[in-house]
């Protein structure tokens, strides 16, 4: 694996190296990385060395450490001895023995050497370098350069004036604030960038520690090594090392041991500090948010408190702005405290619990302050996971009240397991799922028979499909059901439980009494969030079955938004409505708008469960609209959203996605490789309609490599599923049109027809713009097929007609691309060559290169020529023709599906090659030149 494929979190720092590299040739320049220890300075100079090669760079390197900074000229030595040898028969006498005495070459005889001799040899040795092209001086831990070399590199790079030479410069902080090399001395302004490398963030840090340690380990660990880390890989690192080397990295009750390698480093500068201030600072690392007052409140002699915490923020141990202190460093403090006795820690909690006023810190200070079970800890606990539930901290709730249940006396074990199935319905919007499922199933195995029981297993069947498939969910459900006993309300959301997983799983039918019995008794229940569960369920079912979005059920459910705010978004009647729409395709805007707005609410909740279905619908949006970008930026979030979140049956979503947009772009290679990988992993999971949206992508790739059997053999399970188990919705996976291409082309026509019009009689009912015209653009297919270019012809402009309601540009290009290909066989070649070129322009636009090449080749089966414009693209004589019809360049990109900025260029393509200087004049060419 290449050092680039390793990093992330730094997709900035690299795009801004890269950028840098790219302007060396225009003269000198430098760029300063800093941060502290272990952030990943040297990672970015090792990528920034090879990126520099790559760009033909000459690479002047050295890494100098520590103890090197007492040896004279060591840095210049290790820069220079690549082909010093050379370099050094290209200098004049004075400077060639000053610069041989210098690197300990030759002996220092006679007359001491000139420090200037040394540095002009410097001088004229990168000169000379630069001669061959650009030059990168990498120089990392900048802050260890000896002083001899510093100062003579200080002294040539002051005297660079238009050579092509990058210095690129890392140094470690805090320092004393002096830059190393005088680097932001040294050149105009405009020519020195200072950037400061940020602590990585949780999903970064996730991804490292899984690359690096060869496994994932629970995102409630990897949380908790970010925080104690400070978002620090290399300490994150080497805590997860301690944990999987002592067989204790699963997360829970797990205290992070530090390595004694910075712990002994830690502590040797915490000894330092007198007694008294190492008690004040453990009351720092106790607290939440440590302040003056409440410091000084907790302290035994609060007169010193001021005293003791200026001689900490003197050794750089602490920073304080204004009244609020921290620690420089996280670990300074997850140290300190681990170091202290457990009984010194114990009677300062209690101490805090008595001073901090918030609700949450106090029930931690008195948790921490006891070791056995108490009632009033319980009940404290019990209710700041409640608080942390209704601010937006699931996961702060979670812990809360898996420590309630640790508290919870002997004789109130049924509010153990109500206080573990709180934590684990927490855990689970928090991303937590492994915990989540582990918690849920404690119960089960614990509590004996009834609704608690019962409704631990109903979490199990609702939140954990990556272990059950279908037929066991709908087992698991009716066991659960059997337990409810009389609880009107469990069994109505068990019922809307076994409704949703029939209906995504392949069985609307099924799924149709469940979801009636469901709102029957949710309605007689009476409870808000159980009849806002059962309107859900019914109205999918609606939805696969057929019968278009039922508004009136939807209105209801969305009425009863706010009692589903304690479930993850997929339970919200407005995700409900905004991915029907999403599916229809008819109004990305109103989309993209509701999906950002679900995303920030989940953002704002804490609830990181939600993200994987919210990034795969905004994919799918923006995958339509001719956004493939910003599809494949969703995609590959997506899967990211569901590795972090332990939501392995999800994965799959992301890979689909991405797998779509790879193949519309003509990538069928790692198309087809991630559409399989994600299938296999769906057959494992389910549920049956993620399956069928990877086999439709498999069709879709197979119809854009000419191989139509293999397409329908990827595309007719799902249509044997369909017409088994009820969906009826024709965009419910968008597979059809491909399916009756790939009939048409095989030659089974009967099949094909009986499709089309099923497509149609749906499209027809629901007044669907995706099937109205993708039906039509088959109807006319099938026709051309038969021979009846006339009907074709006929079906295909209806099917233009349709896509003024459907803004999906490819699909428009797809029904351009088939009217011209029936109309050249026509032969009516200038309407041909209109319609291809169109299509051809749409294809070239979005970046669809197999379809590109399908209409070039179709457009050019028309022997159709346009005099003087032989040399545009097909986007670009579209282009220009729409300038001579008077549309502005915001015009032409809306008309085209593509930015203003690509218009601007493409006009100056067009200009360049015909000779033209205006708009007026481009118009002009083009009525004098019309289609031959």
């Known amino acids: 694996m290449s050092v680039a494929e390793e990093i992330?979190?730094?997709?900035?720092?690299?795009?801004?190296?890269?950028?840098f590299i790219g302007a060396i040739a225009g003269g000198p320049r430098t760029l300063l990385f800093e941060g502290e220890a272990g952030i990943g300075k040297s990672t970015i100079l090792t990528w920034a060395i090879a990126e520099a090669t790559a760009q033909s760079c000459q690479v002047l390197e050295c890494r100098p450490g520590e103890w090197e900074r007492g040896l004279s000229f060591a840095a210049l030595g290790d820069l220079l001895r690549g082909d010093l040898e050379v370099l050094l028969t290209t200098l004049p006498q004075p400077q060639r023995r000053a610069l041989e005495v210098a690197l300990l070459r030759e002996e220092a005889t006679g007359p001491a050497i000139d420090a200037r001799a040394v540095a002009y040899s410097l001088i004229s040795i990168l000169k000379r370098i630069a001669l061959s092209g650009p030059v990168l001086i990498a120089i990392d831990d900048a802050h260890w350069v000896d002083v001899a070399s510093s100062r003579a590199l200080a002294f040539a790079l002051r005297r660079l004036r238009t050579e092509a030479i990058g210095i690129l410069a890392t140094m470690r902080t805090p320092d004393s604030g002096r830059v190393p090399l005088t680097l932001d001395l040294n050149l105009a302004a405009d020519r020195y960038e200072r950037l400061r490398l940020q602590p990585l963030s949780l999903g970064s840090l996730h991804h490292v520690l899984r690359s690096r340690l060869g496994t994932s380990l629970p995102f409630s660990l990897t949380r908790r090594l970010h925080d104690a880390s400070g978002g620090n890989p290399l300490f994150a690192l080497e805590i997860a090392r301690g944990l999987i080397a002592d067989d204790v990295a699963d997360g829970q009750g797990t205290s992070l041991t530090i390595p004694s390698s910075l712990k002994v480093t830690i502590e040797a500068r915490l000894a330092r500090l007198p007694r008294r201030a190492r008690d004040v600072l453990l009351a720092v690392a106790a607290l939440s948010q440590p302040t003056i007052p409440l410091v000084t409140a907790a302290a035994d002699r609060p007169e010193l408190v001021d005293?003791?915490?200026d001689r900490a923020a003197t050794a750089g141990i602490i920073q304080m702005d204004s009244e609020r202190i921290r620690f420089s460093h996280p670990l300074l403090g997850a140290v300190h405290y681990a170091a202290a006795p457990a009984g010194q820690r114990r009677r300062l909690h209690r101490r805090l619990a008595g001073l901090v006023t918030d609700i949450e810190e106090r029930a931690w200070h008195l948790a921490h302050g006891t070791t056995g079970k108490d009632r009033e800890v319980t009940s404290a606990l019990e209710q700041a996971a409640g608080s942390a539930r209704t601010r937006g901290a699931p996961s702060s709730a979670a812990e809360l009240w898996e420590e309630a249940s640790r508290h919870a006396p002997a004789d109130r074990r049924e509010d153990l397991w109500q206080d573990r199935g709180e934590a684990a319905m927490c855990h689970y919007l928090a991303g937590n799922v492994d915990r989540a499922r582990e918690l849920w199933e404690s119960v089960v195995v614990e509590a004996p028979a009834g609704p608690l029981r019962a409704a631990a297993r109903w979490r199990l069947v609702e939140f954990r499909h990556s272990n059950l498939d279908t037929?066991?969910?709908?087992?698991?459900?009716?066991?659960?059901l059997t337990e409810a006993g009389p609880d009107e309300g469990l069994q109505a959301i068990i019922h809307h439980t076994l409704a949703n997983t029939l209906a995504w799983g392949g069985e609307v039918n099924r799924a149709q009494p469940h979801a009636a019995i469901a709102l029957e008794i949710a309605e007689r229940h009476g409870d808000p969030l159980v009849l806002a569960m059962a309107l859900v369920a019914v109205a999918w079912v609606e939805f696969f079955s057929g019968r278009g979005i039922p508004r009136e059920i939807a209105a209801r459910a969305v009425a009863l938004e706010a009692a589903t705010s304690v479930l993850p978004l997929e339970n919200s009647p407005r995700y409900l409505l905004v991915l029907m729409a999403t599916l229809i395709g008819e109004d990305p805007d109103a989309c993209r708008r509701e999906l950002a707005d679900l995303w920030r609410l989940a953002d704002q909740s804490g609830y990181d469960v939600s993200l994987p279905l919210l990034l795969y619908a905004m994919s799918g949006v923006e995958l339509r609209a001719g956004q493939w970008d910003a599809a494949a930026r969703y995609a590959e979030m997506c899967q990211e959203a569901a590795a972090t979140t332990e939501q392995d049956f999800r994965v799959p979503l992301?890979?689909?996605a991405s797998a779509m947009v790879a193949a519309r772009r003509g990538l069928l290679g790692p198309a087809r490789a991630k559409a399989k990988e994600a299938l296999l992993l769906a057959t494992r999971s389910g549920p049956w309609y993620v399956e069928a949206c990877i086999r439709a992508v498999l069709g879709f790739?197979?119809?854009?490599?000419?191989?139509?059997?293999?397409?329908?053999g990827w595309l007719a399970p799902i249509i044997e599923r369909e017409e088994a188990g009820g969906y009826a919705e024709p965009t419910a996976v968008h597979h059809l049109p491909d399916a009756i291409e790939a009939l048409i082309i095989t030659g089974d026509l009967d099949r094909a027809a009986v499709l089309v019009g099923r497509l149609e009689q749906r499209g027809r009912a629901l007044d669907r713009a995706w099937a109205l015209a993708t039906g039509a653009r088959c109807r006319g297919l099938l026709a051309a097929a038969a021979g009846d270019l006339e009907t074709s012809q006929a079906a295909l402009r209806l099917a233009l007609a349709e896509h003024q309601r459907l803004p999906d540009p490819f699909e428009l290009a797809r029904t351009f691309l088939a009217l011209g290909g029936v109309q050249?066989?026509?032969?009516?070649?200038?309407?041909?060559?209109?319609?291809?070129?169109?299509?051809?322009?749409?294809?070239?636009?979005?970046?669809?290169?197999?379809?590109?090449?399908?209409?070039?080749?179709?457009?050019?089966?028309?022997?159709?020529?346009r005099p003087g414009r032989h040399m545009l693209t097909p986007t670009e004589e579209r282009v220009a023709e729409l300038v001579g019809s008077g549309l502005t360049n915001k015009e032409i990109a809306g008309n085209l599906f593509v930015s203003v900025k690509t218009v601007e260029a493409c006009l100056t393509r067009i200009y360049a090659k015909l000779a033209v200087r205006s708009r007026t004049e481009l118009a002009l060419k083009m009525t004098s030149t019309p289609p031959a």
């Open 8 to 19: 992330f979190g730094r997709d900035h720092e690299l795009a801004r190296v890269r950028s």
């Open 307 to 309: 005293q003791d915490l």
């Open 471 to 480: 037929a066991q969910q709908v087992e698991a459900a009716a066991q659960a």
């Open 654 to 656: 992301g890979l689909c």
């Open 701 to 712: 790739i197979d119809v854009s490599a000419d191989d139509p059997h293999a397409a329908y």
């Open 824 to 865: 050249r066989r026509a032969r009516q070649k200038r309407p041909a060559a209109h319609s291809l070129e169109r299509a051809a322009s749409l294809f070239e636009a979005l970046g669809a290169a197999v379809w590109t090449a399908r209409a070039r080749a179709e457009l050019d089966r028309t022997g159709v020529h």
